[in-house]
């Protein structure tokens, strides 16, 4: 079965080397679970680690506009994150009610199969309405099953794909995305003071100016030049290479704490 999006393959403002934005992705994730697990006492690792999601969630709205068949890549999200499960349990002390962070592509892969257009929606007025309700009640069902299921990121992961499928198209779109998005992400999370060794205590205008990008969660914003970059050189990983990075990085880090 054909991918849903069928329709055409727009040009996207955004990177398409998506093996390399992969890899940086995942260094940015070991950073942040080996901060969590071998080096509490190291905050920059964690803020470090804020960079990796919006990475992985703009690699999925690559591919989903490219994909060949869209329920196939579904399945491997689907397989690789059951694969993984235990590794992520046993490396990181989570549970089964803590799923690891494919079931969060993969329900912002379901989400936008939900929303992207389909071509009976161009026939008539009453396709168009029944295709944008069934849209709405597709995203509103991805983001209800984040919650429930305790997924990575929870309901705001999904949300933050589906944004970014939405401006896929322009670099500017994608930026005023990404800079609202993440202000309200960081709003509910702590407050980064120091990073390096360098005071992060700004007074006066400057205070008001960035105190709000002083919080942890909204330093997520740190992906947006690297999702923008024009990589010439695109890092192209064996389809198994691809998917095996993250279990095997799970290995690693499950090693490295008993070492």
Avoid at 14 to 22: M, Q
Avoid at 225 to 244: E, H, I, K, S
Wanted: proline fraction near 5%; glycine fraction near 8%; charged fraction near 10%.
């Amino acid at each position: 079965m054909q991918r849903a999006n069928s329709l055409q393959k727009p040009s996207l403002g955004g990177s398409t080397a998506t093996g390399t934005l992969k890899i940086i992705a995942l260094i940015f994730m070991m950073t942040d679970h080996m901060g969590k697990m071998l080096f509490p006492a190291v905050p920059e690792m964690r803020v470090l680690g804020r960079i990796a999601f919006p990475l992985y969630a703009w690699c999925l709205v690559v591919g989903f506009c490219y994909t060949r068949n869209v329920w196939r890549y579904a399945l491997r999200l689907l397989a690789v994150g059951l694969i993984s499960q235990p590794l992520y349990m046993a490396a990181l002390a989570h549970t089964w009610r803590e799923p690891n962070i494919f079931l969060t592509l993969l329900l912002g892969l379901l989400a936008l199969v939900a929303v992207a257009e389909k071509p009976w929606e161009r026939m008539s007025p009453a396709a168009r309405a029944l295709g944008r309700l069934a849209a709405g009640v597709g995203l509103a069902l991805s983001l209800l099953l984040a919650q429930i299921f305790g997924c990575d990121y929870g309901w705001r992961g999904v949300l933050l794909i589906v944004l970014l499928y939405g401006a896929r198209e322009r670099a500017s779109a994608l930026a005023a995305v990404m800079a609202a998005f993440c202000l309200y992400w960081g709003a509910s999370s702590s407050t980064v003071t120091s990073f390096l060794g360098l005071e992060l205590r700004p007074a006066g205008t400057a205070a008001v100016l960035l105190a709000p990008w002083l919080r942890l969660q909204a330093l997520a914003i740190l992906a947006l030049p690297l999702m923008l970059f024009p990589w010439r050189r695109n890092v192209r990983l064996p389809a198994w290479a691809g998917y095996g990075l993250y279990p095997a990085h799970l290995v690693v880090l499950w090693l490295l704490e008993r070492i």
